[in-house]
């Protein structure tokens, strides 16, 4: 038994994977395993695979019919056998010295689970400011769950930069939605963190994120706002029901209820009246499930959140003028008023003072 698995999705990525794999090999920790999981490649990434596994008795190879990165993942996590696993993008790298750093701060905390930062290659500047902030995690301890893991501190999205115990996966049932092509991270966070008896976030960069490779989902979703917010309704569809199944919905709904519009109102309200009535409409069938409009209306939320779930959800807002108004006011709730002028003053193209 190895004390940490690298699980390692491979689809097409015979371009990157020998880099990948070799930052792996380079870690001065030898103590772990790669699982790769060959999610039916039909370029040479088999072959790849096949020269490593003959070199480095560590490297294990999981063959298995195109089923997604979430079944890749899975199948990673359920051909495990180190006391922790991690997650590894055939497209990215670890950071030297990430195994040791990991293995150390889940043996001294005890966590059932570990976030870590990350950095963006080859280009940081390319990086948006977005992710910058959510690769930065600070170095904190929580006992239990909060939702400041989720809405407040830099613990999501991405799955890719958290280390698990192998047996709380086991116990607790959680893996990958197989049935979410896109947001499946989102899904993912929000399923260990309520579980978690002891998460540790540490501020260390133990992982390098390929920014902007061509042909990605995340790069063909982002260029159309419709599109990425229709998915964005099915990650909280999922997400709610989750949590419902848990018992732990009902205690947290006026975040929950902020989280979705956020996540996914937010973006839909600028949008013309084509795109926005489809992801208001869906949206509001899902939250409908759990919280009727009067039950909203009896929650303790902030006031641009109200004004956007009865009125641009629960209802919907066909002026757009409205609805800008509306997105102008939750962004000034959310992030101050210095954020809005500062988006307005980069749409017009002015420089930064």
Request: glycine share 8%; aromatic share 10%; net charge neutral.
């Amino acid at each position: 038994m190895s004390r940490l698995t690298v699980v390692v999705p491979v689809y097409n990525v015979e371009k990157y994977l020998d880099e990948c794999l070799s930052s792996v090999a380079r870690q001065d920790f030898g103590d772990f395993e790669v699982v790769c999981v060959n999610d039916g490649s039909t370029d040479g990434s088999r072959e790849i695979l096949s020269a490593w596994e003959r070199r480095d008795a560590r490297v294990r190879v999981v063959d298995q019919r195109n089923g997604g990165l979430s079944s890749a993942r899975n199948a990673g996590i359920r051909a495990a056998r180190g006391d922790y696993v991690c997650f590894l993008d055939s497209d990215d790298r670890l950071a030297p010295g990430a195994c040791g750093r990991i293995v150390e701060v889940l043996d001294r905390t005890g966590a059932d689970a570990m976030v870590y930062g990350a950095r963006c290659f080859p280009d940081e500047a390319a990086c948006p400011a977005w992710m910058l902030e959510s690769l930065s995690p600070r170095d904190v301890i929580y006992e239990g769950f909060s939702m400041d893991l989720l809405l407040r501190e830099s613990a999501r999205p991405f799955a890719w930069r958290i280390a698990l115990r192998r047996d709380f996966l086991e116990a607790r049932g959680v893996l990958f939605d197989e049935g979410v092509r896109f947001g499946e991270d989102q899904v993912f966070c929000f399923a260990v963190y309520p579980r978690s008896r002891r998460t540790a976030l540490v501020s260390d960069r133990l992982y390098e994120y390929r920014v902007g490779r061509e042909g990605s989902l995340m790069s063909a979703l982002s260029a159309d706002f419709g599109a990425k917010m229709l998915a964005h309704n099915r990650v909280l569809e999922r997400i709610l029901a989750d949590w419902d199944g848990e018992g732990i919905l009902g205690a947290h709904a006026p975040e929950m209820v902020g989280f979705c519009m956020g996540f996914s109102l937010y973006d839909a309200l600028k949008l013309d009246d084509g795109a926005y009535l489809p992801v208001a409409e869906g949206l509001r069938e899902i939250l409908s499930r759990y919280w009727s409009r009067d039950e909203v209306a009896a929650m303790p939320l902030p006031r641009a959140t109200r004004r956007m779930t009865l009125f641009a959800c629960y209802r919907t807002c066909r002026s757009r003028a409205a609805r800008t108004a509306m997105a102008a006011a939750w962004r000034v709730q959310e992030k101050g008023a210095g954020s809005l002028v500062r988006r307005l003053a980069e749409r017009a193209g002015c420089p930064r003072g």
